[in-house]
Every structure is written in C-alpha cells, then in structure tokens.
C-alpha cells in the first residue's frame, strides 16, 4: 500500500517569493509521482510528473519538483510566486506495476500569495 | 479534444433520495475512475472501471454505492438512500490505455445533501 503525506496544510508567502511544498510518500514497490493543482471550484489539473529519467522534473509555468529516492520525497518549489498560483496542491502517487493502477493523494497543501 | 465531462455540477438532494452522478471519459479514454473529496480533505479513491467491468472497487463503501461503466454511454456513480455525510466533491478521471499512470480530472460534482 502507498501512502503521501503534505507535511504543510497552508502555506502563506509574498508575492515574488520564493515557495516550496513538501511531500513525502512510503511505498513498498517504485511509484510514479504527480503533483495537481486544483484552483477554487474547479477540479484537479496536472501541474507535472516523475515517470522515469532525471529527477528533476519541470512545468511550463515555472515550478519544479525533484524526485529524491533515498528521502522518499518530491518536494515542489518555484523561485518567485505570482497572484495566479494561490490554489491547493495535491501530491499524488502510483504504483508501477502491470495495468493501470488509482491515485493515491496527499492531504493537500493550500498556498495562499499575499500582495 | 474535450476534456473529461461531469454532470450535474452541483447536485442538491434531501436524507433518503437517490444521486446519480455522470462522467464521460475523454476521446479514445477506456478507462474511469472515481475519487471523492471531502470537506478540507485530499482525494480518496472510490473505484476503477473499463467498459462494462469494475477493475477495482476498493475505496467504495459497501453499501448504497455502485458504479459503472456501459459498453455505450457515460460512466454513473450511484449513491443510494443519501445520507448527510455523502456531501462531498466527487471527482471522475479518465486515462488512455492501461499501461498510462496518468489521469485526467472532470471538474466535479458537488453534492450537498439537506
């Protein structure tokens, strides 16, 4: 069984701040790893994933998240925040074996971008 | 290419009525999943279904719920004799082929039940 944990609920900061958000998962067997972003009344959008290769893995809007084995963890930084990415984070993994396997999803971390 | 489709968005029914929620896959996705989220909660797996096979059911609970998926037609989510407590988003994902880890999200339905 898998299971993530999002060590922060909400994280507040400035805007042009520098963020990141902490994940760190236990598996018995490899897993894929996902972060989603789900922005107010809306559902979950995929914001950029580890299947396989660099452990450094990058979205087109300016985050990032390093796979880190040894920790366990896929923590999601970007170097300066805007307004548009107040919104809950949702870390998520599965496992990699044969077929098509659920989700399964952090907590969530709510980050919140003050003017 | 239109994204996964859920409806109703929002959903009202009263303690004891039936909810029926509905989610079509996108284009050329064979595979559905449904999640539920729950008031400032994370995402909890409910069941995993192909055309007219459930493939795993091992996040729903063992009454009033049920799902499926017909050879034609959307994906139901049904939830039977509601109860306070079924309030909740109920999320709908689809993915391509069996052997794709990633799932696409329909915007929801938010059921409240009164």
């Known amino acids: 069984a898998q299971s993530v944990t999002q060590l922060d609920s909400q994280v507040p900061v400035f805007e042009e701040a520098p963020v990141e958000l902490r994940c760190n998962y236990s598996s018995s067997v490899s897993v894929y790893l996902f972060w989603y972003v789900q922005y107010p009344n809306q559902g979950l959008q995929l914001l950029l994933k580890?299947?396989?290769?660099?452990?450094l893995v990058e979205s087109i809007n300016g985050f990032e998240a390093e796979f880190n084995k040894s920790q366990t963890s896929f923590h999601l930084r970007k170097p300066s925040v805007h307004i548009s990415d107040t919104a809950e984070y949702f870390c998520a993994v599965s496992p990699i074996i044969q077929g098509a396997q659920k989700l399964v999803f952090g907590q969530g971390t709510r980050l919140t971008i003050n003017p | 290419n239109a994204g996964v489709m859920q409806n109703p968005r929002h959903l009202v029914r009263r303690r004891g009525q039936e909810a029926r929620l509905r989610c079509s896959p996108m284009k050329g996705h064979s595979h559905v999943y449904w999640y539920r989220q729950l008031p400032e909660e994370g995402l909890k797996f409910m069941v995993y279904?192909?055309?007219?096979?459930?493939?795993?059911e091992s996040g729903m609970p063992k009454e009033r719920f049920s799902a499926e998926f017909p050879k034609e037609g959307p994906s139901i989510l049904r939830i039977q004799q509601v109860v306070r407590g079924d309030s909740a988003a109920y999320f709908c994902?689809?993915?391509?082929?069996?052997?794709?880890?990633?799932?696409?999200f329909g915007p929801g339905t938010r059921l409240t039940v009164t």
């Open positions: 994902a689809s993915s391509p082929v069996s052997k794709s880890p990633e799932q696409y």
């Open positions: 580890y299947l396989s290769g660099s452990t």
């Open positions: 279904l192909q055309k007219e096979n459930i493939i795993d």
